[in-house]
């Protein structure tokens, strides 16, 4: 099974080192020229928790389309890339490779289908916590678990993939409730990422102030409220529960959100808590937690964005 994975952020080159590690056909795709030359001379360097060895894997790095046909592409781009990165792969793809999501927040699977109208298009959610230190650098900070599906979509593939992941040391299974699994994800990245962005801690230290612990809750409280309305079916009984473990569990992660702040980058805010806004709109629920935490990080991006903070 040979897998295109199209992004080289954390997440993309952590499944690229370690699918590439356990023998597995892999190829990395990044739009910049440049950085891809330096990943292709470089390797990936990947550090894991409470291990002292790094791991230096070369993986071959693609601005374009690969030498080979890839059986699956994985998208593991910010949310705000996936329309524009699926366009370009939609001129070379067959009908034959499936495409795979393992993003964060709303809207990515629904992109991807309309894009890639004739091709199988799956989600998937992880918790496995990663952050780039640097080009091709990855910390992987935390195990968690890895969803794909709907089964249902084709047997066959769905249990390939989850061999291989198995086989590469993620621990992966397969469902055919991706929506509830997607919900899931979406409560854990709206109560950790903005207020990591905002408070600069890792996701561990969330648990150590009184006020964090109170905004989690509040997050997490609205977000419940749609679940409820949409009769999602969360795959865990004890959000705020689970959520804690979530930061228990990538405790030395630096968040997603908070790498993008730190790189003065534009966040997922929008596929996030942002979204989390506009569905609750639609079902004339209110989230006023949510709504501030979205406009604190979008004045964050502002001010990096156009230059007036330094
Ligand atoms: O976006 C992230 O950083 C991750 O999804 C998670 C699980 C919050 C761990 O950092």
């Not at 891809?36 to 001379?41: E, K, P, T």
């Not at 990936?44 to 389309?65: H, S, Y």
């Not at 209110?286 to 990096?304: C, M, Q, S």
Request: net charge neutral; with cysteine.
């Amino acid at each position: 099974m040979r897998f295109l994975i199209v992004g080289p952020g954390a997440m993309g080159c952590l499944f690229a080192a370690h699918l590439k590690r356990s023998g597995t056909d892999v190829a990395l795709m990044d739009h910049n020229s440049e950085r891809a030359y330096f990943l292709n001379s470089n390797g990936i360097k990947l550090t894991e928790k409470d291990k002292d060895n790094v791991f230096n894997i070369k993986i071959p790095v693609v601005t374009g389309r690969p030498e080979f046909n890839p059986d699956v592409i994985l998208v593991c781009v910010k949310a705000n890339q996936t329309k524009a990165v699926s366009r370009t792969i939609k001129n070379w793809i067959t009908t034959d490779t499936a495409v795979l999501t393992l993003q964060n927040g709303l809207g990515n699977m629904e992109v991807l289908e309309s894009v890639f109208k004739t091709n199988i298009v799956l989600g998937g959610i992880t918790s496995e916590g990663a952050t780039l230190k640097g080009p091709g650098c990855v910390f992987h900070a935390g195990r968690g678990q890895t969803v794909i599906g709907p089964k249902v979509r084709n047997r066959l593939l769905v249990k390939d993939i989850v061999s291989v992941f198995n086989d590469a040391g993620f621990d992966t299974t397969a469902a055919d409730n991706i929506v509830d699994l997607m919900w899931g994800k979406l409560v854990v990245n709206a109560a950790i990422n903005p207020l990591t962005a905002i408070t600069g801690l890792k996701n561990g230290a969330l648990l150590d102030h009184e006020g964090t612990k109170i905004l989690m809750e509040r997050v997490i409280f609205e977000v419940m409220k749609i679940v409820t309305a949409k009769g999602i079916d969360l795959p865990y009984s004890d959000p705020v529960g689970h959520v804690q473990d979530v930061c228990r569990a990538t405790g030395s992660n630096i968040s997603s959100m908070l790498q993008d702040v730190l790189k003065r980058r534009l966040t997922e805010i929008d596929y996030i808590n942002g979204a989390i806004v506009k569905e609750a709109e639609a079902l004339d629920i209110d989230t006023p937690v949510n709504r501030a935490l979205t406009l604190f990080v979008k004045i964050i991006e502002k001010g990096y964005l156009k230059n007036d903070l330094s």
